[in-house]
């Protein structure tokens, strides 16, 4: 599976950026990571092969959005009110499809694709 990631760049503090993936093949739930400098990757957000909502890092949650375009098959995540802390690079990520009741771990993602900075300014 190969994954392209895109839409990420530089945003003043409040702002809103939309970030893309688009996978080769429908068999993973699609997901975000990011990666602050210094820090460890961390869950953004990501599907679920079933049961309709997503999941959300406690950080993110009710400012981000993951929507789907089925005949794309890409996922969108859309930010809004951005801070300085969500400053990273934001990795798309194909998952687990069996993960549904919990957060997605580093263990979870089968494929990755290429990071696509995100730089808030304050």
């Known amino acids: 599976v190969q994954l392209q990631a895109s839409g990420g760049g530089l945003v003043q503090t409040g702002g809103s950026l939309r970030l893309s993936c688009a996978a080769s093949q429908r068999l993973y739930t699609l997901g975000w990571f990011r990666q602050a400098p210094g820090k460890e990757r961390e869950f953004v957000a990501g599907?679920?092969?079933?049961?309709?909502?997503?999941l959300y890092g406690d950080s993110v949650k009710d400012r981000f959005t993951l929507s789907r375009d089925n005949a794309r098959n890409t996922v969108y995540l859309q930010m809004n009110s951005l801070k300085a802390e969500d400053t990273a690079v934001y990795y798309c990520?194909?998952?687990?499809?069996?993960?549904?009741?919990?957060?997605?771990?580093?263990?979870?993602?089968?494929?990755w694709g290429q990071g696509t900075q995100v730089t808030v300014s304050s």
């Open positions: 990520a194909a998952g687990d499809p069996r993960v549904l009741l919990r957060l997605w771990e580093l263990s979870d993602v089968k494929y």
């Open positions: 599907e679920r092969w079933v049961g309709g909502s997503s």
